[in-house]
């Protein structure tokens, strides 16, 4: 007998019992189409189809897969979310403050500006451009006491007979909420609603207005005739004087037939020379809508550059080696995160008043107080210096309260930001200024990034030294001096 020898045996291939994993179809798949009303992350396929992601909608109207820039896990067989999941859920709440009872004990500190507030109503080169400076010619429809004509629309494909007042209470409510607040309870909305849907002369999925037939925020033929046919079904109501029209549909209307849209047309009827309507759908969570939209189409805002720009990368570029970058960083609403505005854009829609604003001039050296831009009612607010006809250095404390009561306590302070109006170009003028010691710091969407001053930050940006002295509940004390 030989050991180790013997006859070799192959060995048999287990025959697989696991099913083979099918495809969800009504889940999206990276790279394909949607629409940037869907400002919810939601879970779908990646491009080979082969693991869930988590997909973000980029402005260009494409699924972008958020697993390629942060650490995000997706159970493979549930499709929750185990890891990153701040990232898919940044949502937008107001949280009561008034002013903090404690007071800053530095000395020689200015409350009020020293030059006449005009002098920093800063102007753009092209009044006719993009609203952002105070010499615009455009209109503004969302004003004190403005009127909101909701047009609720009803077809043969998808109706009710049910009350568009009560289906659509919420979203009524939080209009009005957000309106109060922004203006620091100065301005009031008047809504008007029909008791019953009205009928449109065509089916609803023939507008061809919904989610399949979307492409990015483009606006569409169909959007137009549907705006058009609902003033139609709504002329025995009361529609003059109204600043935007609401069109909403039945409740059970799917989003692929029906979803949002924010638009102008060349549809005489009011005080404007042209009329807005947006539509809104019973999930949309206000924010594509009022609190973001309603500076487009109300206010002529535009979007600042800042979030992921198309290119589905967090922005941060910097000009030169001041701090300054090319863009805000994702600070303010209208750039695209959900939190609160600009204080300049507040200021510029007049939803600030001119008493609430510091304008100064500073020869030497100064110290200024200034409150939390996001506090309901607080005075003194916002720190503008002006440095030329078109461009101005803008400062204001950063806390999280009111619509910034999701911001992280670690990104807290003021936040410096250039003011450049000399080009009418999309996105451009506002530039926030990072202090030098955190160059390096990488921005996390969807968090703005990490660029406030704190107790012993200092930047350097247009002649000036700006740096915080003071900081507590009262918001910050900014020392400027002049280089």
Same mark, same amino acid.
Request: hydrophobic share 35%.
């Given at each position: 007998?030989?050991?180790?020898?013997?006859?070799?045996?192959?060995?048999?291939?287990?025959?697989?019992? @696991?099913?083979?994993?099918?495809?969800?179809?009504?889940? =999206?798949?990276?790279?394909?189409?949607?629409?940037?009303?869907?400002?919810?992350?939601?879970?779908?396929?990646?491009?080979?189809?082969?693991?869930?992601?988590?997909?973000?909608?980029?402005?260009?109207?494409?699924?972008?897969?958020?697993?390629?820039?942060?650490? *995000?896990?997706?159970?493979? *067989?549930?499709?929750?979310?185990?890891?990153?999941?701040?990232?898919?859920?940044?949502?937008?709440?107001?949280?009561?403050?008034?002013?903090?009872? *404690?007071?800053?004990?530095?000395?020689?500190?200015?409350?009020?500006?020293?030059? /006449?507030?005009?002098?920093?109503?800063?102007?753009?080169?092209?009044?006719?451009?993009?609203?952002?400076?105070?010499?615009?010619?455009?209109?503004?429809?969302?004003?004190?006491?403005?009127?909101?004509?909701?047009?609720?629309?009803?077809?043969?494909?998808?109706?009710?007979?049910?009350?568009?007042?009560?289906?659509?209470?919420?979203? *009524?409510?939080?209009?009005?909420?957000?309106?109060?607040?922004?203006?620091?309870?100065?301005?009031?909305?008047?809504?008007? #609603?029909?008791? +019953?849907?009205?009928?449109?002369?065509?089916?609803?999925?023939?507008?061809?207005?919904?989610?399949?037939?979307?492409?990015?925020?483009?606006?569409? /033929?169909?959007?137009?005739?549907?705006?058009?046919?609902?003033?139609?079904?709504?002329?025995?109501?009361?529609?003059?004087?109204?600043?935007?029209?609401?069109?909403?549909?039945?409740?059970?209307? /799917?989003?692929?037939?029906?979803?949002?849209?924010?638009?102008?047309?060349?549809?005489?009827?009011?005080?404007?020379?042209?009329?807005?309507?947006?539509?809104?759908?019973?999930?949309?969570?206000?924010?594509? +809508?009022?609190?973001?939209?309603?500076?487009?189409?109300?206010?002529?805002?535009?979007?600042?550059? %800042?979030?992921?720009?198309?290119?589905?990368?967090?922005?941060?570029?910097?000009?030169?080696?001041?701090?300054?970058?090319?863009? @805000?960083?994702?600070?303010?609403?209208?750039?695209?995160?959900?939190?609160?505005?600009?204080?300049?854009?507040?200021?510029?829609?007049?939803?600030?008043?001119?008493?609430? #604003?510091?304008?100064?001039?500073?020869?030497?050296?100064?110290?200024?107080?200034?409150?939390?831009?996001?506090?309901?009612?607080?005075?003194?607010?916002?720190?503008?210096?002006? @440095?030329?006809?078109?461009?101005?250095?803008?400062?204001? =404390?950063?806390?999280?309260?009111?619509?910034?009561?999701?911001? =992280?306590?670690?990104?807290?302070?003021?936040?410096?930001?250039?003011?450049?109006?000399?080009?009418?170009?999309?996105?451009? %003028?506002?530039?926030?200024?990072?202090?030098?010691?955190?160059?390096?710091?990488?921005?996390?969407?969807?968090?703005?990034?990490?660029?406030?001053?704190?107790?012993?930050?200092?930047?350097?940006?247009?002649?000036?030294?700006?740096?915080?002295?003071?900081?507590?509940?009262?918001?910050?004390?900014?020392?400027?001096?002049?280089?």
């Amino acid at each position: 007998m030989i050991w180790n020898k013997g006859i070799a045996v192959t060995k048999p291939t287990p025959i697989s019992t @696991t099913p083979k994993k099918s495809i969800d179809a009504s889940k =999206s798949v990276e790279g394909g189409s949607c629409s940037p009303s869907l400002v919810i992350d939601q879970v779908g396929y990646s491009r080979d189809l082969k693991k869930l992601v988590l997909l973000h909608c980029l402005k260009e109207g494409r699924w972008f897969d958020l697993g390629n820039l942060y650490k *995000i896990v997706v159970n493979q *067989i549930t499709g929750e979310i185990e890891a990153g999941a701040a990232y898919a859920n940044f949502p937008f709440r107001y949280k009561n403050h008034t002013e903090s009872r *404690i007071l800053p004990t530095s000395s020689n500190v200015f409350t009020e500006g020293n030059i /006449p507030i005009g002098e920093c109503k800063i102007s753009q080169n092209d009044p006719n451009g993009f609203h952002k400076g105070f010499n615009w010619t455009g209109s503004i429809r969302v004003k004190q006491n403005m009127i909101l004509q909701v047009l609720p629309v009803q077809a043969s494909d998808y109706s009710s007979t049910g009350n568009p007042g009560v289906d659509y209470k919420n979203f *009524i409510d939080g209009i009005k909420e957000i309106i109060h607040n922004l203006s620091d309870g100065t301005w009031d909305l008047q809504v008007r #609603v029909p008791a +019953t849907y009205l009928k449109l002369p065509a089916t609803l999925a023939s507008y061809k207005v919904g989610t399949d037939n979307s492409q990015g925020e483009a606006r569409t /033929p169909g959007q137009e005739l549907l705006t058009r046919d609902a003033l139609a079904a709504g002329n025995s109501l009361d529609l003059q004087g109204a600043s935007l029209f609401m069109i909403v549909a039945p409740p059970t209307t /799917p989003q692929k037939v029906f979803t949002r849209f924010s638009n102008s047309w060349s549809i005489n009827l009011g005080p404007f020379p042209s009329l807005g309507s947006f539509s809104i759908t019973p999930i949309d969570p206000a924010w594509g +809508t009022i609190h973001h939209d309603f500076f487009h189409l109300g206010l002529g805002i535009p979007d600042h550059l %800042g979030d992921e720009i198309h290119s589905a990368k967090d922005f941060t570029q910097f000009i030169g080696r001041t701090g300054e970058i090319l863009g @805000t960083d994702r600070w303010g609403n209208m750039s695209g995160t959900q939190m609160y505005w600009f204080a300049w854009d507040k200021w510029l829609s007049g939803l600030m008043q001119d008493s609430q #604003v510091i304008c100064a001039k500073v020869t030497t050296s100064a110290n200024f107080w200034i409150k939390p831009s996001a506090t309901y009612r607080a005075s003194k607010k916002f720190l503008v210096i002006p @440095t030329g006809p078109y461009t101005a250095i803008s400062v204001e =404390s950063i806390r999280n309260v009111g619509y910034n009561a999701n911001l =992280s306590t670690n990104i807290l302070g003021a936040l410096v930001y250039s003011v450049d109006l000399t080009k009418n170009e999309y996105g451009y %003028g506002f530039n926030v200024i990072r202090p030098l010691n955190r160059l390096k710091d990488a921005s996390i969407f969807p968090s703005p990034g990490n660029n406030t001053l704190r107790v012993g930050d200092s930047l350097i940006f247009g002649g000036y030294k700006i740096s915080v002295i003071e900081a507590g509940d009262f918001g910050d004390v900014v020392k400027v001096e002049k280089l």
